[in-house]
């Protein structure tokens, strides 16, 4: 069993003068875990909690004993979008532009990180909290969360969050959430396709960890080489997409746990994973 345990420098004083990280890294048999942690501010994406989120990803994406990142919170909402309080004429526009440009670049580095990244939601997700759902590889939560995106009862159109929402459901459904502001349950999120898989309070965690079983029992290398693929083909016509997959399926076989994969299958036994690109 494989324990370690790590934070980045972000931190907010509590009261008695004694800190606190705004997330924390965790990393248990290949099983990353970044935990937001300010249930102050109902874990809203600041530009220190971004900061502090996108550099637990990046810091420990390429542990070659990392298998998978699961993105969770402390209390009961997952996060509640950006922090409004940054967003106030005050800051500015450049102010401004800082905040959404880093929540951009999290949510590349989410995309592009070479192992699975899962929200395990349980509880609210609205706004740019909805959007970090929606971009994650896959996303589990209890049967009493619920996603929202209700910026333009702020004032503030949910422009960007609705960006990676269109993406993951159907138009007339992200429409819906955008133009009213309403929430939608769990079991709608599954039915539109924002999350992959509903379940009780009671068996979330359970759940998570069967799912992060299941990845870690393949190849690292191999996880990588198809996430990278599947998003690459996400925009291409059908047959580009058929063109290039074949490619990668070939240089696929070529590989080190490509050529193990085939043959523990021809011999009827388990696989001996190198995790080699």
């Known amino acids: 069993m494989i324990t370690r345990v790590g934070s980045i420098l972000t931190k907010y004083h509590l009261a008695g ?18 935990l937001l942690d300010n249930e102050k501010t109902r874990n809203s994406l600041s530009l220190d ?38 967003l106030t004429p005050e800051h500015g526009s450049d102010r401004h532009r800082q905040v959404f ?3 951009s670049e999290l949510i590349d580095v989410i995309r592009l990180a070479p192992v699975p990244v899962i929200a395990k939601v349980d509880g609210l ?26 910026g333009a009862s702020f004032g503030i159109f949910c422009s960007t969050p609705g960006i990676a929402v ?28 924002l999350v992959s898989k509903v379940v009780s309070k009671s068996q979330l965690d359970e759940e998570v960890a069967n799912i992060c079983k299941a990845i870690a029992s393949k190849s690292r290398s191999v996880i990588a080489l198809g996430k990278t693929f599947f998003y690459k083909q996400i925009p291409l016509d059908v047959s580009a997409a058929y063109e290039l997959g074949a490619q990668i399926m070939v240089e696929n076989l ?15 036994r388990a696989p001996r994973w190198s995790h080699k690109e």
Do not use: W
Request: net charge neutral.
């Open 49 to 86: 909690m971004m900061n502090s989120i996108h550099s637990n990803i990046v810091d420990n994406q390429h542990d070659t004993e990392l298998r998978c990142i699961v993105l969770a919170a402390q209390g009961r909402v997952f996060s509640a979008g950006h922090n409004l309080k940054e």
């Open 125 to 150: 997700a609205a706004a740019a909290g909805c959007q970090l759902v929606a971009s994650c590889d896959m996303a589990i939560c209890s049967d009493i969360s619920t996603f929202s995106t209700p």
């Open 166 to 193: 269109v993406r993951a459901i159907p138009r007339m459904r992200a429409a819906y959430m955008l133009f009213t502001g309403l929430p939608i349950t769990a079991n709608e999120a599954l039915e539109a396709g």
């Open 17 to 34: 003068g004694s800190l606190k990280y705004l997330s924390t890294y965790t990393c248990k048999d290949g099983v990353g875990t970044i």
């Open 254 to 268: 070529a590989t080190t746990d490509g050529r193990e994969g085939i043959k523990s299958f021809v011999e009827k």
């Open 101 to 103: 440009h880093k929540c």
